[in-house]
């Protein structure tokens, strides 16, 4: 059984930074593409950030050039770098990631229980 474990979400005013991990943690698995995701109150659940196993990044409209992802393989976790927050970032935040599973290696998707941001005006 794999788990992912986020950290470091909390309360922070407008125009601070925080930053998120996602440790990985079980036995016989390897990380694919690993993402973030949030979730506002009576919204739908969106993709933030994206990295593949090969460092490749993708990011939603609205974070780019605020947000950076990075992750390090070795202690197979996921970072997500939040600068120049904005109360409209407040949500739940979500780890996603794709993982090879076992001796026969299938691929599962996993999610974090997710971490709270509130950016404070």
């Known amino acids: 059984q794999v788990q992912l474990v986020e950290s470091g979400g909390g309360l922070v005013q407008s125009g601070g930074s925080l930053r998120l991990s996602c440790a990985a943690s079980?036995?016989?698995?390897?990380?694919?593409?690993m993402a973030w995701y949030r979730q506002a109150p009576g919204k739908q659940r969106e993709l933030v950030a994206g990295?593949?196993?090969?460092?490749?990044?993708n990011y939603a409209d609205s974070v780019k050039d605020r947000f950076t992802i990075s992750r390090d393989n070795a202690k197979n976790t996921a970072y997500l770098q939040m600068n120049s927050l904005k109360p409209e970032d407040t949500a739940v935040y979500y780890c996603?990631?794709?993982?090879?599973?076992?001796?026969?290696?299938?691929?599962?998707?996993?999610w974090g229980q997710g971490t709270q941001v509130t950016v404070s005006s």
């Open positions: 996603h990631a794709d993982i090879n599973v076992g001796p026969l290696g299938k691929e599962y998707n996993y």
């Open positions: 079980g036995h016989s698995f390897r990380i694919n593409a």
């Open positions: 990295i593949s196993i090969g460092g490749s990044t």
